[in-house]
Each structure stands twice: as C-alpha cells, then as structure tokens.
C-alpha cells in the first residue's frame, strides 16, 4: 500500500512539472500587449518572444530524451526544473527584449530536458497495465489541460500584476516540483548505454529546429516563398541524414526502426494532427473572444475552463474504451470526433450562444483530443525498450509539439489571408483615419480597438467589418482544422495492423538489465 501511494504522488509531481513547462506555451501570449509598451517591442520582436521558446523545445526534445536515458532521468529532470524556474526569474528582470528573447531561449532550453523525462518516468513508475493507462490517461490530459488554463492564469495575473509575474510564477512552482520530485521519483537509467551519439543529436537538433523554424515563419514570408520552401527542404535534408546515421551508428539516440511498426507510425501521427488540432483550436478561440465577443483575457481564459474540465473528465473513459476496442481504434475515433467539432464552429458568430453552443461544442472536441492523446500516447510507449524509454517519449513529445506548431501555423496563416482580402475590399469606401484603415488591416484585435475609438456610425460599422471579415477566416481556418483531423483518422486507420482487440504482441522491453529495478514487463493495451 505504501509503494502504491508513493506512485501515485510520484504522478501528481511529474504532471505538476509537466505543466509547469507546458504553460510557457500559451501564458506568455495574453501578456504580449503589455511587453510591448513597457519593452517597446514591436510586432517581429513579440513574435520571437513566442516562437524562441517553441523553436527551442521543439529541437532539443530527442536530445533531452536521451540525456535522461544516458545519464539518469530523475537527474536531467531536477537539472531541467532547476534551469527552467532560473531562466524564468532572468526572463522576469528583463529590462530589454533582448535579454527575454534568451530568457525564452533558456526556457525551451530545460523544458526540453523536463517533458519528456516526465513521461519516460511515468512510464517505468507503472509496470501493471491497468494502472499505467490511469497514468498516461493523466499525463496525456494534463497536457491537454495546460494548453486551456495558459490564459486563464496569464489573465489573472496581469489583472492584479504586471508581465513578468508571468514569469515569476514559476519560480516557486518550479521549488515544489524540484522538492516533490526529489523526494517522490526513483533514479532510473539504460544500462546498456554504448557510445554517445553526438552525431545523432547534431542532427536532430538542426533538422527539427530548420523546420520548426520555417513552419514559424511562414505566415509572415509566405507558404510558397523560397525562404519557407527552402528551409523546410533544408530541415528535411538534415533529418534525412539524421536518419541514415542513425542507420548505421551501433548506439543510436533513437531507433528509428521503430517507425516500420505500423502501430508505432500510426500513433505517432495520430498525435501529430491531434495537437495540430488542439493548439490551432486554442489559437483562433482566444481571439474568437476577445475580438468578437470583445472579452478581457481573463474572461477569455474563464471561457475556455469548460475545455478543460472535459478533458479531464474524459481521460479514464478513453483508455476504457481503448482497452475494449484497441487503443487505436480508439485514436482514429477521437479524430473522428475532432473533425465534427470543428464542423460545428460554422455556427460561431458575434451573438452564438456560450452555453447553447460554444460550450457543447468545446466539450465535443475535448471528447475527441482526450479518446487520442491517451491511447496513441500508450501505443507509442508499448512499443519502446526500458533503455529508450526517454528518446522515445521525446518522440511522443516532438509529434505533439510539431503538430502544435504546425496548427498555429497553418490555421493562423489562412486566418489571417482570408481576413485581410477581406477587410481590405470592405472598408475600401469607408471615410476612416489612416490610422484606423492601418489597424483594421493588421489584426482583428487592432480593428476592434481602432472601432471603438471612432465615433458612431463609422466606428459601429468599422466593427461590424471586422468582425464579419474575422468570421469567415475563422470558419475557413476551422474546416480546414476538421479536414486534417478527418484525414489523420483515415491514414490512421489504413496503418494500423489488423490484429483484433485481444491480441498482445511479445513484450519489447526485454532490453532493461536483470539488476535494473525498474525492468517492466506490461502487457501492452490492445492496439487496433
């Protein structure tokens, strides 16, 4: 009884760090207004405050993964909490975007050695079956959770403080983690390490970095510049290459070999375009309500709670119903659900119903986020020996966070073509102050203020354009949302092997030492 007690508080301090780094995705967005006036920042540099810390943490996830396999996870995760609550202190005494743009930097930095040993961690803690999808049910939706609460504190906090206490935060959150993990989790390591491939991190850090950063960048240069086109072959190049070393090195960082397993490359797509989802969801809400439902960021924030509560709700119910029907199944149907949810934002407009709609709506897609990320989570986990249990749960998180990147990406840029085609054709015979014509052709937000400050009837009708010309991306940019998610569900689907439900394959985590005492032996959750 003992033992299971410490697990599970050993859980709630991994997912308490794995929010603590999560949140960094989405808080710092609500406090960019107010960095900009007290930095002087302008729109570039507000976007390198964001994207710095994406670039970063997406590129260094396999390395942080395997560093924890080599030398110790709960040691790379003491040295990540530690790192990530002093960089956050540094990015709160910034008194130049300089210094926040590396703070951020510093950030990405240790949550990169952070995420993915939480996971790695949890996986090794929960050797029985039925436990280990509680926890990774949890894990999965805390992840889910952290992406819909950003706002939330983030408003809060800048309501009653100013933007660096968004950063101050985690200083003390960052102690308790540093505290209940040293005292909760166990050390654990591969054994069996070989030689340290320098090589492989090299490349894996320069390839995802190279196409992180251009996926970034694209709405601002162009889909089809030969900037964008460019990197994103230069990235893909590198991790070409990154893969024929891996081929060939004795010792590998990750064993690429793992993506023959249809299973295997079916989750880990499956979490790609569920992220996709997710966060491009997270993105056009968050404007859906400030702009055209004119709400402060922490109304916004309180608005969203209804996400949140659900995917916490759903988390248990979805590895049931993975361990009924196999986890993949299960996935597919999630994307299935993801996809219907965003067909129902068509409905979203200045006067939608909160309750009558928004908020069925909202749980509908948590339904679907949930019934995916748990069980592909687990499928990607079953697959992996004990000694790369770390890279491979930096694979896990590298799907979600390029996905992620590439919903903001690509939902923002089609937002934001369709709203300037048609703000620009609209507001073209409107007597308006340059000023105001300049704001309402930059952002939805800038037109909204720039209406306000324009007395009635130009201003009113100024709004109302705005706002129409906002609609009309934002269900364009959602459909295209509910597209991708129904496509993942039917390339899932065609991948997945066609075992039936009760069928369990041989046990690959034979590779752990007979001395090492968090050798598991699971039985892994039905997949297809």
Excluded at 37 to 58: E, K, N, P, R
Excluded at 435 to 442: E, G, K, S, T
Excluded at 498 to 509: D, E, F, H, V, Y
């Amino acid at each position: 009884m003992h033992s299971l007690v410490i697990r599970w508080l050993g859980l709630a301090a991994l997912c308490f760090a794995e929010l603590l780094v999560f949140l960094d995705n989405t808080i710092v967005n609500v406090a960019l207004p107010k960095i900009s006036t007290d930095l002087h920042a302008g729109t570039s540099g507000l976007q390198l405050v964001v994207d710095m810390y994406t670039l970063v943490f997406a590129g260094l996830l396999l390395t942080g993964g395997y560093l924890g396999d080599r030398f110790g996870r709960k040691t790379v995760l003491l040295i990540g909490i530690t790192g990530f609550a002093v960089m956050s202190a540094l990015a709160a005494i910034s008194t130049d975007l300089g210094q926040l743009i590396a703070a951020r930097a510093g950030l990405g930095l240790f949550a990169a050695l952070v995420f993915p040993a939480t996971l790695a961690i949890v996986v090794i803690l929960f050797d029985d079956l039925r436990e280990r999808a509680i926890a990774v049910a949890t894990w999965a939706a805390v992840a889910g959770v952290a992406a819909a609460i950003g706002p939330v504190v983030g408003g809060w906090l800048l309501e009653h403080y100013s933007w660096s206490s968004i950063f101050w935060i985690n200083v003390p959150a960052g102690a308790i983690a540093l505290v209940a993990v040293a005292a909760l989790i166990p050390p654990s390591r591969n054994p069996d390490t070989g030689r340290f491939d320098l090589g492989g991190m090299v490349l894996s850090m320069v390839g995802i970095s190279i196409v992180v950063y251009s996926v970034i960048e694209a709405p601002n240069h162009g889909w089809l510049t030969i900037r964008t086109l460019g990197g994103i072959v230069i990235g893909a190049a590198v991790i070409a290459a990154y893969v024929v070393w891996e081929n060939r090195f004795p010792s590998p960082l990750f064993d690429i070999h793992l993506f023959r397993d249809r299973n295997f490359a079916a989750a880990a797509l499956l979490l790609t375009f569920g992220m996709f989802a997710l966060m491009g969801f997270v993105f056009l809400m968050t404007q859906y309500f400030q702009g055209v439902k004119e709400l402060s960021p922490l109304e916004t924030g309180i608005r969203t709670l209804p996400f949140a509560i659900a995917m916490t709700l759903f988390a248990g119910p979805s590895m049931w119903l993975g361990s009924k029907i196999g986890a993949g199944r299960t996935a597919v149907l999630g994307s299935l659900v993801m996809a219907l949810a965003f067909c129902l934002t068509i409905r979203y407009d200045a006067i939608t119903s909160y309750w009558g709609v928004i908020v069925p709506v909202m749980v509908t897609l948590a339904a679907g986020v949930s019934l995916v990320a748990g069980p592909a989570t687990l499928m990607v986990l079953n697959e992996l020996s004990t000694g790369q249990v770390g890279a491979g749960s930096a694979v896990n998180d590298t799907s979600r966070e390029l996905g992620g990147t590439l919903g903001v990406a690509v939902l923002g840029s089609i937002l934001a073509s369709i709203y300037s085609a048609r703000i620009t054709t609209d507001v073209a015979d409107i007597p308006l102050p340059q000023a105001a014509r300049d704001a309402a052709a930059n952002s939805m937000l800038a037109g909204v203020q720039a209406a306000r400050s324009i007395p009635d009837p130009t201003g009113a009708q100024l709004g109302g354009l705005v706002k129409t010309a906002f609609q009309q991306g934002f269900h364009i940019a959602s459909l295209t949302a509910g597209g991708v998610a129904a496509v993942a569900a039917i390339a899932g689907w065609l991948l997945l092997e066609p075992s039936p439900p009760s069928r369990t394959r041989p046990n690959k985590r034979e590779s752990g030492s007979p001395c090492d005492p968090l050798r598991t032996r699971p039985r892994p959750l039905p997949r297809s």
